[in-house]
Nanobody, 132 residues
Framework: EVQLVESGGGLVQAGGSLRLSCAAS????????IGWFRQAPGKEREGVSSLSGRDRGTYYADSVKGRFTISSDNGKNTVYLQMNSLKPEDTAVYYC?????????????????????????WGQGTQVTVSS
């Protein structure tokens, strides 16, 4: 069974940092993409960043480029999202999810973020609150 569990959220002042963790089980990361999404109150869920286990490609939303970094520890089956220079507009519930990177679609980290209906294994989310 595919399972993803997020952790690491919290309350931080603007300019601060947090590191989110997504612990994965039930599948092989080598042929999957793991992504981070967020949803603020009253807004749609949006893709933040993703990492392909197949080709190690990454994707970052324009709003987080240069501030967030996605990485993985394959030995721990965990993907991290290091968030620096946080802004109040980063406040949201952050979720991780996964999608296959192999046949037949051979999705890339970037392309996969536009196909949110294909993602699964959604975790319960972790709240990130950035105060001004």
């Amino acid at each position: 069974e595919v399972q993803l569990v997020e952790s690491g959220g919290g309350l931080v002042q603007a300019g601060g940092s947090l590191r989110l963790s997504c612990a994965a089980s039930g599948f092989t990361f080598d042929d999957h993409i793991i992504g981070w999404f967020r949803q603020a109150p009253g807004k749609e869920r949006e893709g933040v960043s993703s990492l392909s286990g197949r080709d190690r490609g990454t994707y970052y939303a324009d709003s987080v480029k240069g501030r967030f970094t996605i990485s993985s520890d394959n030995g721990k089956n965990t993907v991290y999202l290091q968030m620096n220079s946080l802004k109040p507009e980063d406040t949201a519930v952050y979720y991780c999810a996964t999608v296959g990177a192999g046949p037949p679609r051979y999705l890339t980290a970037a392309h996969s973020m536009s196909l949110i209906r294909l993602w699964g294994g959604w975790g319960q989310g972790t709240q990130v609150t950035v105060s001004s």
